[in-house]
């Protein structure tokens, strides 16, 4: 099956706890309106890229694996979205979810979802291999908790002053070495550290992306930094190197990926999985600056 | 040791995960905020008991477990406070999260502590005893995600008709019946089905006292539903029973809860307590209609 399908089969069948009897109706619309359509997918294809690397034997739990850190993405996008937040009014061309849902409806749906993860990872590891259960408990809740996972990230905006590597790292690189790390744990790896390597690089290429498309957004001054991160005053790798700079940076973080994936089954078709799934991460209009 | 003293000890060391280095400050601020100083400790308290009863054997676990379902509480006391929901400036007398910090950190320090409630569960469970990591997280979570825990419990509020029974099993029955589980299950108790009933009568019993509470604010009124609940026109047991007959009710509701206790080594000293602790539930000011 295409990875895509598996994952949002997975998800849609993560979803189905939302319609069980007493459940209310709209919370479930508003967690499923969170989750679907997906945008790139790329933590959970991550998920089930190292697991089939690593030879998964559990292939459920991979699915749960996967689901899990796309939820906790899922569910840091809707909360980040909020009007104290962001204010975003569109996600992955849609209304986002508290314009459809209102605002305790996208708070609940957050909550909803962080806690569905932990009850789809419980669920699944209880039915196949219950003592993978504490590894991928523990990969998926510090990737999203304190001291350094998304939620201590997002916090890091409302400080008076930003430790800004500190902060891209929980914010954005944690859910990403997360997501390989899961993948392995699912798999069976026993000792999953090595793995955190190749999705910390992914998830700081992600970043560098993050800020070409910021810059990206208006072609008249592509180059300079005058997106969101400008007017947030935000550090931004465009203005640091600039386009072909940052797009270098990239290319060579996503290198740096792929060199440090473990000896495995199937390490070189994941290299290749990485170096293609990474060029998705180029926004198109400056896909020219990419080298080939 | 004094089981609030040993709860508050628990939850600090809880936090403690929050001064880690790289961690936000002011959202480990804002956290400890949301813990401390504590309401009641009720739930907590009835896990500790429940898990004495039966002889604990893994203290630290009873303790993570008792850690998990306050953070929990906690969590849901932040949201429930926010301007989208309640918009309360006060909480157990002190100005709550959002007054304090704003409400990006109160939305992070719920999402922070649902997410430490199972970081905690894994730490503790891990050096202690590992197979119990699957139902103290089956408990937990399902006490707070969908279908029928706290999240979809105050999702029933912005439906357009409430299913009153299932609104406030899940909003307030779901967690005290964790709490009692929870406690059996850190303790070895294989199946805590049996436990689930104490703690849901309980938790009925705090709601009713809760409906108390809500009319008892005005004395000039008592015994009118002009409180809260009248003016967001919810049901409140006052409004059908009167007041004694809702002290009645809950005292009824609290007798239950004592003779559903199953036989463990401290079946009669749990009764008990839960009598006792019960009495608490309700306010001063109507305690001369409590017979003793």
């Given at each position: 099956?295409?990875?895509?399908?598996?994952?949002?089969?997975?998800?849609?069948?993560?979803?189905?706890?939302?319609?069980?009897?007493?459940?209310?109706?709209?919370?479930?619309?508003?967690?499923?309106?969170?989750?679907?359509?997906?945008?790139?997918?790329f933590?959970?294809?991550?998920?089930?890229?190292?697991?089939?690397?690593?030879?998964?034997?559990?292939?459920?739990?991979?699915?749960?694996?996967?689901?899990?850190?796309?939820?906790?993405?899922?569910?840091?996008?809707?909360?980040?979205?909020?009007?104290?937040?962001?204010?975003?009014?569109?996600?992955?061309?849609?209304?986002?979810?508290?314009?459809?849902?209102?605002?305790?409806?996208?708070?609940?749906?957050?909550?909803?979802?962080?806690?569905?993860?932990?009850?789809?990872?419980?669920?699944?590891?209880?039915?196949?291999?219950?003592?993978?259960?504490?590894?991928?408990?523990?990969?998926?809740?510090?990737?999203?908790?304190?001291?350094?996972?998304?939620?201590?990230g997002?916090?890091w905006?409302?400080?008076?002053?930003i430790e800004i590597n500190g902060y891209q790292a929980a914010k954005t690189g944690?859910?990403f070495?997360?997501?390989?790390?899961?993948?392995?744990?699912?798999?069976?790896?026993?000792?999953?550290?090595?793995?955190?390597?190749?999705?910390a690089r992914i998830g700081e290429a992600y970043q560098v992306a993050d800020d070409l498309r910021d810059v990206a957004e208006d072609?008249?001054t592509l180059g300079k930094p005058v997106g969101q991160d400008a007017a947030n005053n935000r550090p931004n790798a465009v203005a640091q190197f600039g386009v072909e700079g940052a797009v270098r940076r990239l290319q060579s973080l996503v290198e740096e990926a792929?060199?440090?994936?473990?000896?495995?089954?199937?390490?070189?078709?994941?290299?290749?999985?990485?170096?293609?799934?990474s060029k998705k991460f180029i926004p198109?209009r400056l896909a020219a600056f990419a080298a080939?």
């Amino acid at each position: 099956m295409d990875p895509r399908a598996r994952i949002d089969l997975a998800l849609e069948k993560a979803l189905e706890r939302t319609h069980a009897l007493g459940s209310p109706p709209l919370l479930a619309k508003a967690m499923h309106h969170a989750v679907f359509p997906g945008g790139g997918r790329f933590r959970p294809r991550l998920t089930v890229g190292v697991a089939m690397a690593c030879r998964e034997d559990a292939p459920a739990l991979t699915d749960a694996a996967a689901c899990a850190i796309e939820m906790m993405h899922c569910a840091s996008l809707v909360h980040d979205d909020l009007p104290c937040f962001d204010d975003a009014d569109l996600r992955r061309g849609q209304p986002s979810v508290h314009k459809v849902y209102g605002e305790p409806l996208a708070v609940l749906s957050g909550d909803g979802l962080i806690v569905l993860s932990f009850q789809v990872l419980c669920d699944v590891a209880s039915v196949t291999v219950p003592q993978r259960l504490a590894p991928l408990v523990r990969i998926v809740s510090d990737a999203v908790g304190v001291p350094n996972g998304i939620t201590a990230g997002q916090a890091w905006e409302s400080e008076p002053e930003i430790e800004i590597n500190g902060y891209q790292a929980a914010k954005t690189g944690s859910l990403f070495a997360a997501a390989t790390m899961a993948g392995a744990a699912a798999a069976g790896v026993e000792d999953v550290s090595a793995w955190w390597t190749p999705g910390a690089r992914i998830g700081e290429a992600y970043q560098v992306a993050d800020d070409l498309r910021d810059v990206a957004e208006d072609a008249e001054t592509l180059g300079k930094p005058v997106g969101q991160d400008a007017a947030n005053n935000r550090p931004n790798a465009v203005a640091q190197f600039g386009v072909e700079g940052a797009v270098r940076r990239l290319q060579s973080l996503v290198e740096e990926a792929a060199a440090s994936v473990p000896d495995c089954a199937g390490a070189e078709h994941l290299r290749a999985l990485i170096r293609q799934e990474s060029k998705k991460f180029i926004p198109r209009r400056l896909a020219a600056f990419a080298a080939e």
